[in-house]
T-cell receptor
């Protein structure tokens, strides 16, 4: 079982739709969570950090559920330009906390 | 401002050759990470430096992989006797401090193809 799991999708939604992704993690001592966006053949770029109380940045909302060990990303009013792969990052304890990626969820927004 | 710079952008090598990949992190960033990303997968952790100290190398797939950051700035990932399964994108990321609550910043990656 992988330490960080994501549904690879693709999620295929029309413009204007609301879409949500989850990311589960196995180590309950994990901390510091992030969502990154990766466009085809490009590097991952920070979308937002995930705070315990939940946080919002425009059309994007991130939440952390420690009890069930998952984080979520909600995108409202989807735009064509939101089409990308969304990667979650979980810092997993070891000797150091290591930022560990899920495999990513592919989102395709169509007209 | 200058971001994380990786070179070369593309590298083609024959099986059995040695390759060296360079990462120039954001100036002043303490933490540096190397990841390997296969097609359709997320980045897989290889190794982590805090300044010049290699604190974690648990993700290096074999003893053919070696990384260094001798002066706590530029880092080099070396792969000896390359194999076809080493073909992937190698991503470098830097982070301002040692704390995990700070985000990483990624370079464009080096796309390595082993023939």
């Amino acid at each position: 079982r992988k330490e960080v799991e994501q549904d690879p999708g693709p999620f295929n939604v029309p413009e204007g739709a609301t879409v949500a992704f989850n990311c589960t993690y196995s180590n309950s001592a994990s901390q510091s969570f992030f969502w990154y966006r990766q466009d085809c053949r490009k590097e991952p770029k920070l979308l937002m950090s995930v705070y315990s109380s939940g946080n919002e940045d425009g059309r994007f909302t991130a939440q952390l559920n420690r009890a069930s060990q998952y984080i979520s990303l909600l995108i409202r009013d989807s735009k064509l330009s939101d089409s990308a792969t969304y990667l979650c990052v979980v810092n997993i304890p070891g000797g150091s906390y290591i930022p560990t990626f899920g495999r990513g969820t592919s989102l395709i927004v169509h007209p | 401002g200058a971001g994380v710079s990786q070179s070369p952008r593309y590298k083609v090598a024959k099986r059995g050759q040695d390759v060296a990949l360079r990462c120039d992190p954001i100036s002043g960033h303490v933490s540096l990470f190397w990841y390997q990303q296969a097609l359709g997968q997320g980045p897989e952790f290889l190794t982590y430096f805090q300044n010049e100290a290699q604190l974690d190398k648990s993700g290096l797939p074999s003893d053919r992989f070696f990384a260094e950051r001798p002066e706590g700035s530029v880092s080099t990932l070396k792969i000896q006797r390359t194999q076809q399964e080493d073909s992937a994108v190698y991503l470098c990321a830097s982070r301002l401090g040692q704390h995990s609550n700070q985000p990483q910043h990624f370079g464009d990656g080096t796309r390595l193809s082993i023939l």
